[in-house]
């Protein structure tokens, strides 16, 4: 699953013909200000980070000249909300409000039918309307072979109680935002607030947007949004690495070969009282460099207490991995000790590659079986109160 940024949602909004307003997105205060200029004043300057309550926050500021959007876009970039760091500012004409309200299209899998949500108490978190006024939301199931036809649009628009003038409005957005969301594989497309301007016009003030991951195959253009999602250190470097990593929050690293392994190494990791700090997959290649390379990953996470080197050998034989982990060893000094279970083709041999390197007992440690190798690298990462 993919979210993407408020900029790009809109972005993505907009090639389906849903009204948002023009503006550009700014990483500096100059970017900001040629941004604002391109829009139009006066403008919003907006924190672009993947969580809702942004204005609550100091994240979003009207600006009425150029040395306001430089105050504003100064403070907002750089800044910390709740935990995530505003690297970028989205700069728009700002727009009159006469009423916000709330559309989203979800997938409602238990129903395995598409849901509508429309409120015309918008602007605000839809999880609070729902919790103090549930009635003040039309939830509508759409049959996907049906699909969502005007006329159903426009029912929901009287149902939530929108205003007469509102309801052309509200009811062609919903349509292009349902196209949106099936035909660009949303999992969820949501607009908070959808406004009712001075003049009439309807037009998404917000967007949030997640895209289906399976479906990228079918989503070349999907690239642009990728390189702008938000990873930690680690991710980062394994995706420059080539690597299959995804961090968690655990203290025992892992390393496998083959997504179904790592995951079962997840799996009794837990049995056995510990927890992963990741989930790292270095495919069939486990030469000395990806191995250097894994090890180097797993190294820069700081809650790493033990390396549970979990390989079972197939295509790649055991005698390569054994090659790779004592070449990899050489090249990193690792914060933690590692635990290595080797198993398949060529086994033997690559065990025996590991003792001859002589790596001292309190930095590898190997051990015949998963379960055993497991309990091992847990007693490591949990310390004496482990019961080793
Ligand atoms: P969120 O709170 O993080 O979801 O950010 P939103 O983009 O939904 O904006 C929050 C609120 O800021 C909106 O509900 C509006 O009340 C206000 N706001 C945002 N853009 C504009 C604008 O162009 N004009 C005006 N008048 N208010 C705006
Ligand atoms: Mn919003």
């Known amino acids: 699953m993919l979210d993407l940024f408020e900029y790009q949602g809109k972005q993505y909004f907009a090639r389906f013909g849903i009204p948002v307003s023009p503006g550009g997105v700014a990483c500096t205060v100059d970017e900001a200000a040629a941004a604002a200029e391109q829009a139009g004043y006066p403008v919003v300057v907006k924190a672009q980070v993947q969580v809702g309550g942004r204005g609550k926050a100091g994240g979003i500021k009207l600006a009425n000249d150029a040395g306001e959007v430089r105050t504003h876009a100064g403070n907002i970039l750089g800044m910390d909300i709740k935990g995530h760091r505003v690297e970028r500012v989205w700069v728009e004409h700002a727009s009159d409000i006469d009423e916000e309200y709330y559309a989203s299209f979800t997938l409602d899998r238990a129903a395995k039918q598409h849901l509508l949500m429309l ?13 103090t006024d549930p009635a003040a939301i039309v939830k509508l199931h759409i049959d996907p072979v049906d699909g969502f036809p005007e006329a159903t649009a426009r029912r929901a628009a009287v149902d939530a109680k929108l205003p007469a ?33 001075p003049d009439g016009q309807v037009h998404a003030l917000d967007a949030k947007v997640s895209l289906d991951g399976n ?22 470097l394994a995706k420059e690495k080539d690597l299959q990593y995804i961090g968690l929050d655990g203290s025992v690293g ?3 070969n ?48 033990s390396i549970f080197v979990n390989i079972f050998g197939g295509i790649t034989r055991g005698e390569e991995v054994a090659k790779g982990i004592v070449e990899g060893l050489s090249r990193v000094e690792l914060r933690a000790p590692i635990v ?19 790596i001292p007992a309190d930095k590898l440690i190997t051990k015949p079986t998963m379960l055993e190798a497991a309990r091992e690298a847990v007693r490591l990462a949990n310390g004496s109160e482990g019961g080793g």
Request: glycine fraction near 10%; charge should be negative.
């Open 258 to 305: 083959g997504a179904g392994l790592a995951m079962s190494t997840l799996d009794v990791v837990n049995q056995v009282g510990g927890a992963a700090a990741n989930f790292l997959d270095i495919g069939g290649g486990a030469n000395a460099d990806v191995m250097a390379a894994a090890l180097d990953v797993i190294n820069h996470d700081e809650n790493v207490r």
């Open 165 to 197: 003038r509102a309801q052309d409005g509200v009811a062609a957005i919903l349509v292009q935002l349902y196209d949106c969301f099936t035909k660009g594989d949303c999992d969820l497309a949501e607009i908070n607030p959808l406004i009712l301007k």
């Open 254 to 256: 892992i390393i496998a």
């Open 340 to 358: 290595i279970r080797l198993d398949g083709t060529n086994a033997e041999e690559g065990r025996q590659i590991i003792l001859d390197a002589g």
């Open 119 to 131: 409120s015309a108490q918008g602007g605000v978190d839809i999880e609070d309307v729902a919790r």
């Open 215 to 236: 479906a990228a195959f079918r989503h070349p253009e999907w690239e642009e949004f990728g390189e702008t999602e938000v990873l930690d250190e680690r991710e980062r």
